[in-house]
């Protein structure tokens, strides 16, 4: 991870993949960036990034606190047990946000507590971080928001804050988030080869995962809202992330498989076309949103 990546986030607007997302399309594709057009990001273009690392166990604090951090990691890996009428598919935080949201280029939760507030250009708003908590409950959980003032939010949060001890608020750290690919053609035919020879392994020959791998589709999936509905999100996790433990794949190949994932069915997300309400959804948005509704110039 060099100074290549201080342009994670910036992945070029001609990722356009016909076919793929009907999504509309926007001029500016700085709302295309992975986590969002974040105070992070524009730092990301002068501030250099801070190198990722794990504090120890060891330097869990003690008392309510540290009991706080502890449950916080337990929910992310135990999501569908400890907090089941808010998760609606077989998916835990922790299938995504590998090692308990430890492991660079997989949506680390190291500094997450750093990267919020910032304003997300998909629900027009500036989020706070138990917003974008909430909104993978609803999406990559297919599930329903957990109270923001709640014991469980509060754990979570803390959890994420003791990963991110020591780093500047607003600040970009290495591994954070998902690498930018470059822009690549997804070809369907080769995408269902490298499925079979590659991924059925541990998560089916349907898909719909195993005792070793969580559902690529269907109804125990994330919905069609989630971020990792996204062919590039997709290719990305999958490429460096895929097969679990050692990724092996090049950039075309992630490409193609995330292409073949993606195309399956999977549960819907209601009042998805109220994304991006200004306009300008990244291209690989699997579904059409209406912008314009909100004629009102941007608030200053
Ligand atoms: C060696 C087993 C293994 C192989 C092979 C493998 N995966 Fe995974 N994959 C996993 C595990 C395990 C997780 C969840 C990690 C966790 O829960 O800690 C996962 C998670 C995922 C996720 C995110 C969670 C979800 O289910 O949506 C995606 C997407 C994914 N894998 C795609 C792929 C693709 C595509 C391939 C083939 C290129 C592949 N994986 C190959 C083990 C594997
Ligand atoms: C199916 C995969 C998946 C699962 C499961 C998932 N997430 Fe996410 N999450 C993502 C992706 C992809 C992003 C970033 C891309 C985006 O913004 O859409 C993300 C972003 C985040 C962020 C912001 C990260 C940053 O660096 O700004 C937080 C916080 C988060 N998720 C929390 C959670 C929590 C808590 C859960 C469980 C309730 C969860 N996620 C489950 C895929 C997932």
């Known amino acids: 991870m060099g100074a290549s990546s201080l342009n994670r986030f910036r992945v070029a607007a001609a990722l356009l993949l016909a076919g793929v997302g009907a999504g509309c399309q926007g001029a500016n594709d700085d709302s295309a960036s992975i986590v969002g057009d974040s105070i992070a990001s524009v730092a990301a273009r002068r501030v250099a990034e801070a190198r990722f690392r794990l504090p120890n166990d060891s330097s869990i604090p003690s008392g309510m606190l540290g009991a706080s951090v502890r449950r916080g990691r337990a929910?992310?890996?135990?999501?569908r047990d400890s907090l089941r009428?808010?998760?609606?598919?077989?998916?835990?935080?922790?299938s995504c946000h590998l090692d308990g949201g430890r492991r660079p280029d997989a949506i680390p939760f190291v500094g997450v507590y750093a990267r919020f507030p910032q304003y997300r250009a998909r629900n027009d708003a500036v989020n706070v971080l138990a917003d974008r908590v909430n909104d993978c409950f609803e999406r990559s959980m297919n599930g329903t928001p957990i109270a923001a003032e709640g014991r469980d939010m509060k754990d979570i949060v803390a959890y994420m804050a003791f990963l991110s001890q020591g780093y500047a608020v607003g600040g970009v750290v290495e591994?954070?988030?998902l690498r930018s690919m470059p822009p690549l053609a997804p070809d369907m035919a080769r995408g269902a080869r490298v499925f079979a020879s590659t991924c059925v392994a541990c998560h089916g020959a349907d898909g719909q995962g195993t005792a070793t791998?969580?559902?690529?589709?269907?109804?125990?999936?994330?919905?069609?809202?989630?971020?990792?509905?996204?062919?590039?999100?997709?290719?990305?996790?999958?490429?460096y992330n895929m097969p679990y433990g050692n990724p092996t794949l090049t950039d075309q190949q992630?490409?193609?498989?995330?292409?073949?994932?993606?195309?399956?069915?999977?549960?819907?997300f209601p009042g998805k076309e109220h994304d991006w309400p200004r306009?300008?959804?990244?291209?690989?948005?699997?579904y059409r949103t209406s912008p314009g509704r909100n004629t009102e110039p941007p608030r200053q």
Not at 75 to 79: E, V
Not at 220 to 228: D, H
């Open 75 to 79: 929910l992310l890996d135990a999501t």
């Open 85 to 94: 009428e808010h998760v609606g598919n077989d998916l835990r935080c922790t």
């Open 175 to 177: 591994g954070q988030g």
């Open 213 to 239: 791998a969580p559902a690529l589709w269907g109804e125990r999936s994330y919905n069609i809202g989630a971020g990792m509905a996204r062919l590039r999100t997709a290719a990305s996790f999958i490429r």
């Open 254 to 268: 992630a490409f193609d498989v995330a292409a073949y994932v993606n195309s399956h069915p999977r549960p819907d």
């Open 279 to 286: 306009g300008g959804a990244p291209p690989d948005v699997p």
